[in-house]
């Protein structure tokens, strides 16, 4: 792997669980990494600021610019992604990691969080890499990685809980349109999904202690995008990428390191078989 060294790496929802393990993967290459997210001050239930991570990047041997961005808000993308630019001379790299989540059935999922998680996963993703490709276009190896499942349109993902499989579709979606919009110019534009549930904040506030127990730790998250992030931007697009798998092609096969609970059967994420 050429590596991330000197490259720009802008990261949405990076003050914790999988955006921190992203960015903090690549800045062991010495890589420049944008921290975005809300959290500025310490949460009473969640941990993490963007300055806290920025710290951790720093530590662990890259440079960070720390930006308190609310992804839903154009004009405050536009401006971070100028800071970015200015700050460090380009963008190699954009992760579109902020999400929403509500996994309500339609009655239970009132207008407020319906645009939240539209204005977050969708807009925030649109609006984001829209503000980043002119610049991407002139990186190198640039890459789009969207963290967003495969699209798969059966009714079983979308009957409990509607609204969230629309919006992390659409993000895909996203993946999908942008991939042949930007393959002339060698922007890849990729998704990426993971085979088992995360132990991250969104697990421990939406799902049962068993599963939160039954799940992966970030780190193989981080591990299989920083993979995806090194390959060919040319050749490696367009595609809808689970962690599991982008690490057994690049030939780990000791998955027990990833687990919360080692050697306890793996609970699947949402939108796989």
């Given at each position: ?248 092609e690049d030939g780990v096969r000791d998955f027990d390191q990833y687990a919360v609970t080692p050697g306890q059967r793996l609970h699947t994420d949402l939108f796989l078989e």
């Open positions: 792997m050429a590596g991330l060294s000197g490259k720009t790496v802008f990261i949405t929802g990076a003050s914790r669980g999988i955006g921190r393990e992203i960015a903090l993967r690549c800045a062991r290459d010495g890589a420049n990494i944008v921290v975005t997210g809300k959290t500025v001050e310490p949460h009473p239930k969640l941990a993490g600021t963007i300055h806290s991570v920025a710290a951790e990047v720093e530590a662990a041997g890259g440079k960070a610019l720390a930006v308190q961005l609310d992804v839903r808000d154009e004009d405050a993308v536009a401006d971070t992604v100028q800071q970015a630019v200015k700050a460090f001379g380009g963008l190699d790299v954009l992760v579109n990691n902020a999400s929403a989540i509500s996994l309500t059935d339609t009655l239970a999922t009132p207008a407020r969080r319906f645009d939240l998680m539209f204005g977050v996963n969708v807009r925030g993703t649109f609006l984001t890499s829209q503000a980043c490709i002119p610049h991407l276009v002139k990186g190198t190896n640039p890459h789009i990685l969207n963290l967003s499942p495969p699209l798969d349109m059966k009714a079983k993902w979308f009957k409990d809980h509607a609204a969230y499989t629309m919006t992390k579709y659409g993000m895909s979606m996203c993946t999908l349109g942008m991939s042949a919009e930007l393959a002339p110019h060698g922007v890849a534009v990729n998704s990426l999904w993971p085979r088992t549930t995360i132990a991250t904040a969104a697990i421990e506030m939406n799902f049962p202690e068993a599963i939160l127990k039954a799940s992966r730790k970030p780190a193989i998250m981080a591990d299989a995008a920083y993979a995806i992030l090194n390959r060919d931007s040319r050749a490696a697009t367009g595609n809808f990428y689970i962690d599991e798998a982008v690490l057994r």
